[in-house]
């Protein structure tokens, strides 16, 4: 089945317009702009249960729901394209295989929402995903499929890329929004939040790629079956998941959403390389509290991985072997997440280093009981007391370490090293 | 101030300036124009782009210095950027960068001595399947080994930059 967003992904080539077109590409707009009202879609993507594939996983429908259609003057669609967390992938693999995938979701918003003018923010990083673009946009304007008077009808729509020169924080909408103005990415503190007052303190829809790339799917085919797609009974749509780490088999791929755990790294990720054991992994992305082989048959889904307290974040999986030492693979996350903080508020600025000292000397085999209630108290005291996610995020795989791998702090502690360092 | 950037490229500069939403929004491609030029950015880069968008030297500073791909001090003809992030890290990042250290005789943030290569660590590349992962330049370059970091070195010491 499931291909909606990889349908036209072919290794080594880029589809543009007239493939895109050959497999039912920009269908979704002309039934949308053509046989269906703003409201219509809007209602339609609501009860679709399509849900940001970004990271936080909030119903797209209902952030739609709060946008003030009917307010006059300027409007804005911000695409989120600033993929930046360790271990994902997925936007690009979208953007190097079929672009029109998104510009065509991007219209289909922009009309739903009475919104004429979109930015896509790219990451640095991404040269090949912004040229794909640059020629999408530059082929949907001449086919008339943006610009003025789209497919003849009285809605006008303009597309643009901002390209940024890389910063994790810049992912965060309100950092993006402050990116994108040309001022330095701090994240606003929230409310007034984007729908209210967002890009030069216009309303402003942010959705990230994949989500949008979604739309024209479900205007096509219809709420009832876009949530049919998936495995679970509440989940919706399918999902790009990206396979990294410990894999025979690595790369990006487009499953039903409540996949099992164990049957994407098994089946799709071919089992753990070089014949060794699964040990955890970071089941969405590096902000994401890891998971055990205990949590094979957690279907991959917001809900379900939320009850086993994580989150499904960006479908980043990260999978470590049983020769990983976690405290190690901790650290490198804090050390990431330390130095991409913009260092506007203290309890990420000088917090996320002391977590990274604590763990620094736990793993040189210095670490005391005191250390490891310091790191608790850590994660309690930085939770919470932030203007954005970012040290939030910071801290899930903190807050899975001492879950799950408690032992192993302790045994580091105990033994006056690192437990799996050889020789 | 204006031999930073010849006339012709200022002046399309403020075209797309005075076509912008806001021209502040110019701001970053203003910096990678003039670095794609000079390699870097300099004080005179960051006084031409505050000129250009009627801001203050500092405003432009300021975001001059937050991002990593805007080089606010001389770098190399060629900047090797290494993933430092979970998934490049759990395939073995680390010889790879200490390979790289040795074989250019270089710590990381410093430049060769014949100004070829400078080597900076990066976050996730968004190539993660594809880790150890680094970019020299805007080149990507993947499933990185030390044997193979030498031939990519040699390749590229071979090459001028595109």
């Known amino acids: 089945m499931s291909n909606l967003l990889f349908k036209n992904r072919h290794p080594g080539t880029t589809t543009f317009l007239d493939g895109y077109r050959n497999t039912g590409g920009y269908q979704g707009l002309e039934k949308a702009l053509r046989e269906m009202t703003p409201a219509e879609i809007r209602d339609l993507v609501k009860a679709s249960g399509l849900r940001g594939r970004g990271g936080a996983g909030f119903s797209t429908g209902l952030k739609w729901s709060f946008f003030p259609v009917d307010m006059p003057g300027d409007k804005y669609l911000v695409c989120n394209g600033d993929e930046m967390e360790p271990g994902t992938f997925k936007d690009r693999t979208l953007l190097e295989a079929d672009p029109h995938q998104l510009v065509e979701g991007i219209v289909i918003a922009a009309y739903a929402l009475h919104i004429s003018t979109g930015f896509i923010f790219l990451r640095h990083a991404y040269s090949q995903a912004r040229a794909n673009l640059e020629r999408a946009i530059t082929e949907a304007r001449e086919a008339g499929l943006i610009g003025r008077n789209i497919l003849g009808t009285d809605f006008s729509f303009e597309l643009l890329i901002h390209g940024s020169a890389g910063r994790y924080i810049c992912g965060e909408e309100t950092g993006l929004l402050n990116g994108l103005e040309g001022k330095r990415p701090n994240p606003r503190s929230k409310p007034p939040f984007p729908a209210v007052k967002g890009l030069f303190a216009k309303p402003t829809l942010l959705n990230n790629v994949e989500t949008l790339a979604n739309v024209q799917h479900i205007v096509i085919g219809g709420a009832e079956w876009f949530s049919g797609l998936a495995r679970t009974e509440e989940g919706a749509g399918t999902k790009l998941f990206c396979l990294s780490g410990h894999l025979n088999r690595t790369g990006c791929i487009e499953l039903p959403l409540g996949i099992p755990l164990g049957e994407l790294v098994e089946e799709h990720g071919g089992g753990v390389w070089q014949d060794r054991r699964f040990k955890a992994c970071l089941p969405g992305g590096a902000s994401t509290p890891y998971l055990t082989a205990e949590h094979f048959d957690t279907p991959m889904d917001y809900a379900p991985l939320e009850a086993v307290k994580t989150r499904l974040g960006t479908g980043g999986l990260v999978v470590f072997d049983d020769r990983t030492c976690m405290v190690a693979a901790t650290l490198n996350l804090q050390r990431f997440f330390a130095r991409e903080s913009c260092g506007w508020c203290t309890p990420c600025r000088d917090g996320l280093p002391m977590v990274c000292w604590v763990l620094e000397k736990i793993e040189r085999g210095e670490g005391t009981a005191e250390d490891l209630e310091m790191l608790r108290g850590l994660v309690k005291n930085i939770n919470g007391r932030t203007f954005c996610a970012l040290a939030l995020g910071a801290m899930g795989p903190v807050d899975g370490l001492l879950r799950h791998f408690e032992q192993e702090l302790v045994d580091h502690i105990k033994l006056g090293r690192c437990p799996l360092k050889q020789g | ?162």
């Open chain 2, 1 to 162: 101030m204006t031999t930073l950037l010849p006339q012709e490229e200022i002046a399309d500069l403020q075209q797309r300036i005075a076509a912008a939403h806001e021209p502040r929004e110019m701001i970053v491609d203003i910096l990678l124009a003039i670095q794609a030029r000079h390699r870097w950015v300099s004080d005179e880069g960051i006084e031409l782009t505050a000129d250009l968008l009627g801001l203050s030297p500092l405003q432009v500073e300021e975001v001059a210095t937050f991002y990593d791909k805007v080089y606010r001090r001389p770098v190399g003809e060629k900047v090797i950027h290494v993933c430092d992030s979970i998934c490049c890290w759990s395939r073995g990042s680390e010889a790879v960068y200490r390979h790289l250290q040795q074989r250019l005789a270089i710590a990381p943030g410093e430049t060769t001595a014949d100004g070829l290569f400078t080597l900076l660590p990066t976050c996730c590349l968004g190539a993660c399947d594809l880790g150890p992962a680094m970019r020299i330049g805007t080149r990507l370059y993947g499933n990185l080994t030390p044997e193979k970091v030498d031939e990519i070195l040699a390749r590229e010491r071979g090459e001028k930059q595109p």
